[in-house]
């Protein structure tokens, strides 16, 4: 005890002057320092006024929590501009659909996307592993009508090439589908892009997944007798196939042109005065006609690709193997062209729309003479760039642009004339097909230079209205 005596003294002597002082000495004596929150409460204004002693704290602490809020809201709401990250994925998705496009050429030139005769979306992932899988999996395959009118003589090793042709296929499209669903989901839920950019993410993540459903719809037609004429090559459905190939080219495009989209945002922002000039210049009068002509051509190029798969559906390459003629002139005889046998109505009222979708001679008719219209196009719309207030006003981009269609278009002719003549040998086939999606890329981004785009003008001007406050 007689230890803490000393320090219970040196309290009771210090004690006073601590802790009782009189108010004069209060008012003289220097403000202490204070907490941030509390520094504009000095003592003679905590003394002097009559308010509440903590009305300034609260009105800090208020301020503080709406600028939490509206730093909250912020973080909830989406951005004006995409990541470019976002642009570079795009990118890639695009031609990782370039290439199952491509592929899913040659699985069709090869005759292998009917060896596997279900759809497991999820265990169709695996391919067979044992001897008895694979004993299952082509006993499957025998009963279908490729094998009883095409292959009844195939091995069981040859079916093992096919049928890897198609899984392969079939996997990639899973991938894609994994590799774009998910970042999707990331990127839209950490705002990394705009609104209208997670509306498109998300439209094509569905269009992605109706994709695969047309794949399986397509191939279901190849595998019944009463969907293609008694004695016929067993095949899909031309309609079912150009639908595939069409929902693809959609899909391409729309990731082609949201990736340019974001990367034209972050150029234009990081040149403000370059970015409005262009904009003037493709505001030009003079190139109205010239844009919608460009809009036109986009639209013709995806028609031509179309057309070409009903060539492909059915088989129309492999008949009349010379160009410019068609047997003994530019085209077949009309009674060839507008055949009875593809009616199915007494009336004949549905004469001409079968036979333009159905008939091969007139299918291939048609797909020339797009691809040919195609062809002349092209080349009068770079003549037409070249020339007059056009030539003048328009952007040096968009002159690239038409010039290296006119390089895509031409390769495209020599590769299709070279298919047919040949008789669709499967590397120019395959290479035709590739080059259909080259020319559409082409066209897409001469379309996209010509496009004036409204919503990137609108976020540059509020950032330099922003910038002159």
């Given at each position: 005890?007689s230890?803490f005596?000393?320090g219970i ?19 003289s004596?220097?403000?202490?320092r ?15 006024s ?10 800090q602490?208020?301020?503080?929590r709406?600028?939490?809020e ?29 290439g ?9 030139l090869?005759e ?13 992932s695996?391919p067979p592993?044992t001897?008895?899988?694979?004993e ?11 094998f ?5 003589h195939?091995t069981l090793?040859e079916?093992k090439?096919i049928?890897f042709?198609?899984w392969t296929?079939r ?7 994994l590799?774009f669903?998910l970042?999707?989901?990331?990127f ?10 997670a ?12 994709q695969?459903?047309?794949g399986?719809?397509m ?5 019944k007798d009463?969907?293609?004429a ?7 459905s031309?309609?079912?196939?150009t ?5 693809a080219f ?8 949201s ?5 034209r ?14 904009v003037?210049?493709?505001k030009?009068?003079a ?7 460009v809009f036109?051509l ?9 057309s070409?798969g ?5 088989d ?7 160009f ?8 077949p ?10 009616s199915?109505?007494?009336d ?12 091969p ?5 048609d ?13 009068a ?6 020339t007059?207030?056009?030539?003048a006003?328009l952007?040096?981009g ?5 010039t290296g269609?006119v390089h ?5 002719a020599?590769?299709?004339?070279s ?14 097909q590739?080059?259909?999606l080259?020319v559409?890329?082409g066209?897409l981004?001469l379309?996209?230079?010509m496009?004036?785009p409204?919503q990137?003008?609108?976020t ?6 922003n910038?002159?406050?």
């Amino acid at each position: 005890m007689s230890v803490f005596v000393p320090g219970i003294r040196r309290i009771a002597l210090q004690a006073p002057s601590k802790f009782f002082v009189c108010n004069q000495c209060l008012r003289s004596a220097p403000p202490r320092r204070l907490r941030p929150q509390f520094q504009r409460l000095s003592w003679r204004g905590y003394a002097d006024s009559t308010a509440t002693p903590l009305a300034g704290v609260g009105n800090q602490v208020g301020s503080t929590r709406a600028a939490s809020e509206a730093q909250g809201a912020s973080k909830r709401a989406f951005p004006q501009t995409s990541s470019k990250g976002v642009a570079y994925w795009l990118l890639g998705s695009a031609a990782s659909v370039f290439g199952i496009v491509v592929f899913g050429g040659l699985t069709r030139l090869t005759e292998s996307g009917l060896s596997i005769t279900e759809w497991r979306p999820v265990t169709g992932s695996k391919p067979p592993l044992t001897t008895a899988d694979w004993e299952s999996e082509f006993e499957k395959y025998r009963a279908s009508p490729e094998f009883k009118l095409l292959n009844p003589h195939m091995t069981l090793d040859e079916f093992k090439k096919i049928y890897f042709m198609e899984w392969t296929h079939r996997l990639w499209g899973r991938l894609i589908g994994l590799s774009f669903v998910l970042p999707t989901i990331y990127f839209v839920a950490r705002r990394r892009v705009s609104g209208k950019m997670a509306v498109n993410l998300v439209g094509i993540s569905a269009l992605i997944g109706f994709q695969g459903f047309i794949g399986w719809w397509m191939v279901k037609s190849g595998l019944k007798d009463d969907l293609f004429a008694p004695g016929s090559h067993p095949r899909v459905s031309q309609y079912r196939l150009t639908a595939h190939l069409g929902t693809a080219f959609v899909c391409y495009s729309w990731m082609l042109l949201s990736a340019l989209s974001i990367l034209r945002s972050h150029r234009m922002l990081a040149n403000p005065k370059a970015a409005l000039d262009t904009v003037q210049a493709l505001k030009n009068p003079a190139l109205a006609t010239f844009r919608r002509s460009v809009f036109g051509l986009a639209g013709l190029v995806f028609l031509t690709a179309m057309s070409g798969g009903l060539v492909a559906g059915l088989d129309a390459g492999l008949i009349y193997n010379e160009f410019p003629n068609m047997g003994l002139g530019l085209t077949p005889p009309k009674s060839e062209l507008w055949n009875e046998f593809y009616s199915r109505k007494d009336d004949r009222s549905d004469l001409w729309w079968r036979n333009m979708l159905e008939n091969p001679s007139t299918v291939q008719m048609d797909h020339r003479i797009l691809a040919v219209t195609t062809f002349c196009a092209i080349l009068a719309l770079f003549a037409y760039s070249r020339t007059g207030r056009v030539g003048a006003a328009l952007p040096r981009g968009a002159k690239k642009g038409a010039t290296g269609l006119v390089h895509l278009v031409s390769l495209q002719a020599a590769l299709g004339i070279s298919t047919l003549i040949y008789m669709v040998p499967i590397p120019l086939a395959a290479a035709h097909q590739a080059g259909s999606l080259a020319v559409l890329t082409g066209a897409l981004v001469l379309a996209h230079r010509m496009h004036v785009p409204r919503q990137a003008i609108r976020t540059l001007e509020q950032r330099l209205s922003n910038c002159r406050k």
